[in-house]
């Protein structure tokens, strides 16, 4: 398999001197993934995580971190980025290594969503009890890649954006510390998509003045990593040794307090683009006008706090990996941590979102018209940048026979011999295929 332009600059060190890749044949893909196969071994010693060709249409890009697989993504080796690609496989070790598993940060995002949707007024309703009534809901089908009905996909969207904030922050703080040596792997990476984002900000896609949620993710990540500048995030989030320093169970919460206004007018929209404008109706107070209980408004309020915890309860029953079993105790600590701290969260009204709370004096959201036209006028750059980013990590399969022939290397043995004949010692190499691996 030929490959223009091949980038092979730290690989070929490795190899050896005099050596360098000319063409991906199934020897140097076999090079490729033993170098990532060592790099493992001294990253992450003491957890098991598996390297592999992506072969299945289906497979994560790169990684599944919660499964301790990591997948070379094959599509950067197909245009002669080998570097890079061994730069995604040390940040992914890196996140193994670093990041707290999934589904802390599942749990911690979707805690941080429930109390926001709680304080949101939707036309007499808060914003839970409008969504949480939906008893269909199941955090199975969030997680899944599945159609499901507009509650379900409004959760899975706005849930996915806020791991999209937490993800570029989390990718500056663990490619801060991995060690220069395999820093520079990374830093190949940074300049080729630093010259995407860039340009994006010279397009216009997304600015300093832009509040888009996506938007914000990357000016964090271009913001931290010395690419570009935004006071926006200087005056918000501007504390790069702080990130670099952070401790990642309980950052999420701080990242998402310092924007919650933002992500309210992001849920508040996305709400509206999946589920459209409710029907106005007034609350209704729980002792009617003859003094008598209502029963409706009460159990209401308990379906929609039943929903919510059940969502909360599947989280916590998610799997979780070996290697993510002895860091339970402290992340399930920090939950609880931050659930105490989540009572004390407002959300402020701003001249952006219309404001909206249910204590001091809550502004109804649905009256404000800009707020209802807002998925139609926001920019939609920053997320079709993002889509179309993502689609071009996508793994590029590859083929059994492909992957057999780089499986056959290991089965190579070569056994180095020296024999003397009178006064004359010559050593040689024998080449041994073993069948039997």
């Known amino acids: 398999m030929e490959a223009h332009n091949i980038d092979a600059e730290y690989m070929n060190r ?28 001294i990253i992450v010693p003491d957890k098991k995580v598996s390297i592999a060709f992506p072969t299945d249409a289906n497979e994560s890009p790169r990684a599944c971190v919660s499964r301790g697989e990591v997948v070379i993504p094959f599509n950067l080796l197909q245009i002669g980025r080998v570097d890079e690609t061994i730069g995604a496989m040390i940040h992914e070790l890196h996140h193994i290594k670093l990041t707290p598993s ?46 499901c009905g507009a509650d379900v996909n409004f959760i899975r969207k706005v849930l996915g954006d806020l791991l999209f904030l937490i993800n570029a922050v989390e990718d500056v703080r663990i490619d801060a510390n991995t060690p220069p040596n395999l820093r520079k792997y990374i830093d190949k990476i940074d300049k080729n998509g630093g010259e995407r984002l860039l340009k994006a900000v010279e397009d216009g896609t ?27 995030i200087e005056s918000t989030y501007g504390d790069t040794q702080g990130i670099i320093d952070a401790d990642a169970l309980t950052y999420p919460l701080g990242l998402f307090t310092a924007y919650k206004e933002e992500i309210a007018t992001h849920v ?85 979102n219309g404001g909206n709370t249910k204590a001091d004096t809550p502004i109804d959201l649905s009256q404000n018209e800009d707020t209802k036209i807002s998925v139609a006028t926001t920019p939609q750059g920053a997320q079709g940048l993002r889509e179309l980013l993502e689609q071009e990590d996508k793994n590029v399969v590859m083929s059994p026979e492909m992957v057999q022939q780089i499986k056959s290397f290991k089965n190579v043995k070569v056994h180095t011999s020296t024999e003397s004949f009178s006064e004359q010692s010559i050593t040689y190499d024998t080449v041994i295929f073993d069948v039997t691996n």
């Open 14 to 41: 490795w190899l050896g001197e005099g050596s360098k890749i000319e063409s991906l044949a199934p020897k140097t893909l076999y090079d490729v993934q033993t170098l990532i196969e060592y790099y493992r071994d």
């Open 102 to 147: 999934e589904k802390f940060y599942h749990a911690s995002s979707f805690q941080f969503l429930r109390t926001l949707m709680e304080q949101m007024d939707c036309y007499g309703m808060t914003l839970a009890e409008r969504v949480f009534s939906d008893s269909s809901i199941t955090m199975d089908k969030i997680l899944s890649n599945d159609e």
């Open 206 to 232: 997304f600015s300093n003045e832009d509040r888009d949620l996506v938007a914000i993710g990357y000016m964090l990540l271009m913001h931290h990593k010395g690419m570009h500048e935004f006071p926006f």
């Open 268 to 352: 508040y929209d996305e709400y509206i683009k999946h589920c459209g404008l409710p029907p106005e109706a007034q609350p209704q107070p729980e002792i009617d006008e003859d003094g008598e209980f209502d029963i409706n408004s009460y159990f209401g309020g308990k379906v929609n706090h039943s929903i919510g915890d059940s969502l909360e309860g599947q989280i916590a029953s998610l799997p979780v990996a070996e290697h993510e079993k002895d860091q339970q105790s402290d992340e399930d600590s920090a939950l609880e941590k931050a659930k105490e701290e989540l009572k004390n969260l407002k959300v402020n009204p701003t001249q952006a």
